[in-house]
């Protein structure tokens, strides 16, 4: 497999850019070491316990204007993630952030990535992010709902990489959101209810319970 390189000036131009968001993923691993281990350590054994299983204690968050959007959402009900999320981010400029947090250590077990909103995803960009993440790493894609021609073409893409990378999940946005049109502001970016359930998609999909089936 081709070794990743990635020019000085990339990785300078993510480390500008993506500081605050880099230093507050390190934040959240140190508290994570203060209370039992880093992201992705086995629990010590309790006697009892009462809750069901919850979402893991650091995820990192990639997505573009419709994550942006839910940012606060997201951060209200899935403790520990960390988001990074720009306006017009292209689904291939995830793996240079990606190889960036890599680098810096700050890659957590679990990340999910939402893009596809402004243009292609291709086969290439998805093998670099899942080459950089690792095996021991779970990786969520989730699928674009966007009235534009390359919805479906996204969409299949992320499917196909299904039979590629055991590691790699596919949360089905698309399908669930398909009959709420009222979540919606202009088909893809998100009101405040829209918001509040995209943040809880995404916290049952990475605790291992996944929505798919719309309703109202």
Not at 40 to 54: E, L
Not at 106 to 133: E, F, K, R, W, Y
Request: hydrophobic share 40%; glycine share 12%; proline share 7%.
């Amino acid at each position: 497999m081709p070794t990743l390189n990635f020019p000085a000036g990339l990785n300078l131009y993510f480390l500008a850019t993506n500081m605050w968001t880099i230093g507050q993923q390190a934040l959240v691993y140190r508290n994570q070491d203060t209370k039992g281990g880093p992201p992705g350590a086995k629990p010590k054994r309790t006697t009892t316990t009462t809750r069901p299983p919850g979402p893991p204690p650091a995820v990192l968050a990639i997505g573009d204007s419709v994550m942006r959007g839910s940012k606060a959402a997201l951060e209200r009900t899935i403790p520990g993630v960390v988001v990074d999320a720009v306006t017009s981010r292209q689904f291939g400029q995830a793996v240079g952030l990606i190889g960036v947090y890599n680098v810096a250590g700050l890659l957590p077990s679990v990340i999910v990535v939402h893009l596809g909103t402004n243009g292609i995803a291709t086969d290439g960009a998805i093998d670099q992010m899942m080459q950089l993440a690792g095996p021991h790493r779970f990786v969520f894609f989730l699928t674009a709902r966007v009235p534009r021609v390359w919805e479906g073409e996204v969409n299949d893409t992320l499917h196909r990489a299904l039979t590629r990378f055991p590691n790699l999940k596919v949360l089905e946005w698309r399908d669930y959101a398909g009959c709420h049109d009222d979540w919606f502001v202009d088909g893809f970016h998100l009101t405040g209810a829209g918001q509040q359930a995209y943040a809880s998609f995404i916290r049952s999909g990475i605790s291992g319970h996944p929505l798919v089936t719309c309703k109202k």
